[in-house]
């Protein structure tokens, strides 16, 4: 993102579950687009390191993901031969520190010295620990300036099992060689909102408790649980998505403007939102916080199963598949103006957006008949699946008598740029190589971020659900959401990219 960090000539990745869902689906697709983009160092080699794995079975692996997940589709076959030609592999037992002397002779026999050593733990939170003591074993983790190690979320299921996490990477490593990836924040459209925000003398002024209502953030889901079941079932909507990209979209929405473009003054104004946020009461959980289990319903024609009725749940599961929570941030810009965070699966579309919805005229001159306040004005960043900026207001429609209408001034990505946007894991991992910090999560800001959802991760734990599964696939979430925000005085609107479609 930052493109004054020099970018290193020689790279070693080393992907430890290199053979797992994650390499599959996301970093393999990824690595190949930056490798035919010319966005790879000169000297890039990757090392798949598993307890099963040859370079012919990973190169196969890898290959099988870029067919089925990347936005380009199949490869070319020179194209791929290229990339093919820098994967090799590494068998060993990641419980076993005797093991990685094996991978440290593989790397120091690969040629040039690496400016970057990048340990990237594709695998469950509970091998962290057994990797980094490893790596450590064998004295990988020594250069604070050469060797990185990424993690991804679930970083924990709670404060505690956070920190226990941290503990265990930080005792080897620096918190400045800990990468932790929320995809989320490598989305154009996400890093788009510090551009619009601090670039333009248009919105800042007006970007406050004055002139803002209330900011809503959506990011719904028309899937089920799918093939993760396991994990989410444990998981559930609150730990999955509000914990991480919910509350980095809020930050990004209600920071300070930085003084400078750098990861560590971005990520400390991002921190003072989520400390300057009113603690949720844990004996008034439910007036912050609702959650949701999706029945059966239909969706796009289709019959779907209820989430108790998937395979891998239990019958009786008291797992969210929604959740909303209303924040208030407790400082000079935003005193009062509620901030409402909504997420849920199996829900009317796939879609993600912020709404920023701006106070009504103080004084209304128009005849009540024009139907000045039929739609609000409000501004709304559209992440996926459209990536833009529309700014909705009022105007007069033509002809007698007086009509006013809501209209649109639209941005559009692909229409603007006539390109499509890098994927997010695209962006990340060409920063990771870059050792740009700025769109990864630094630990403070994960503990922060439990610390404020804990009242009602403990006290959904305490009582379960008496009326799951309580919203129907197809719908917008339990009725529950509703009574949230009208408690206000507000409503959830339908998102933009939907409103064509169904009626607001």
């Known amino acids: 993102m930052n493109h004054n960090h020099p970018f290193p000539e020689h790279v070693q990745f080393v992907l430890f579950g290199a053979m797992g869902d ?27 390191v598993d307890r099963d794995v040859s370079a012919d079975a990973l190169r196969e692996r890898l290959r099988d ?31 076993d520190v005797g093991h990685y002397q094996q991978l440290k002779s593989q790397l120091s026999g690969d040629g040039a010295t690496a400016d970057a050593q990048i340990f990237y733990l594709a695998i469950p939170p509970s091998l962290f620990g057994a990797v ?31 920190q226990a996490i941290d503990r265990t990477l930080r005792a080897h490593f620096h918190e400045n060689q800990i990468y932790r990836m929320d995809h989320f924040l490598g989305k154009e459209t996400v890093q788009n909102i510090l551009a619009l925000r601090f670039a333009n003398p248009i919105f ?47 930050c990004l929405v209600a920071m300070e403007a930085p003084v400078a473009y750098d990861a560590d003054d971005i990520r400390n104004k991002k921190l003072d939102v989520l400390r300057a946020c009113r603690p949720i009461p844990a004996d008034n959980v439910t007036a912050f916080a609702v959650r949701g289990q999706y029945a059966a319903g239909w969706l796009e024609g289709e019959h779907v199963p209820g989430y108790r009725e998937e395979p891998g749940i239990d019958a009786r599961s008291n797992t969210e598949t929604y959740a909303a929570i209303k924040l208030l941030v407790d400082n000079w810009r935003w005193q009062d103006v509620p901030f409402y965070l909504r997420t849920g699966k199996r829900m009317t579309a796939a879609v993600s957006e912020i709404s920023i919805r701006f106070r009504d005229v103080p004084h209304n001159a128009f005849p009540a ?52 946007s890098p994927g997010a894991y695209e962006t990340l991992l060409r920063d990771l190589m870059l050792a740009d910090a700025t769109l990864f999560m630094r630990a403070d800001q994960v503990e922060a971020a439990w610390g404020l959802l ?51």
Not at 388 to 395: P, Y
């Open 454 to 504: 804990m009242p009602v991760v403990d006290a959904w734990a305490a009582n379960p659900a008496p009326d799951f599964p309580n919203y129907p696939a197809g719908s917008w979430g339990p009725e529950a959401a509703e009574r949230l925000i009208a408690r206000d005085g507000r409503a959830w609107l339908t998102p933009s990219q939907l409103a064509g479609k169904k009626n607001e």
């Open 204 to 250: 800042e002024p007006v970007w406050n408790r004055r002139y803002i209502d209330h900011v809503t953030v959506t990011v719904a889901e028309d899937i089920g649980v799918g093939h993760r079941a396991g994990y989410y079932e444990h998981a559930g909507a609150l730990r999955d998505m509000v914990q991480n990209h919910l509350l980095q979209l809020m």
């Open 65 to 95: 993901g870029v067919e089925r997940f990347s936005r380009r589709g199949a490869p070319d076959g020179e194209a791929w031969t290229a990339f093919a030609a820098r994967l090799g592999a590494c068998s060993i037992d990641l419980g």
């Open 22 to 48: 994650l390499a599959w689906r996301l970093i393999g697709p990824a690595l190949f687009n930056l490798h035919l983009d010319g966005q790879l160092p000169s000297g890039f080699s990757l090392i798949g």
């Open 132 to 162: 980094a003591d490893g790596l450590a074993h064998v004295g990988l983790h020594r250069e604070r300036s050469r060797a990185r190690i990424v993690v991804e979320k679930p970083l924990g299921d709670s404060l505690a099992a956070f």
């Open 369 to 420: 008949a024009t139907g000045l306040n039929a739609q609000p004005v409000r501004l709304v960043i559209q992440i996926q699946p459209e990536e833009g900026i529309i700014l909705k207001f009022m105007a007069k429609e033509p002809g007698n008598p007086l009509r006013l209408g809501p209209v649109d001034m639209r941005f559009s990505y692909q229409e603007a740029f006539g390109k499509s």
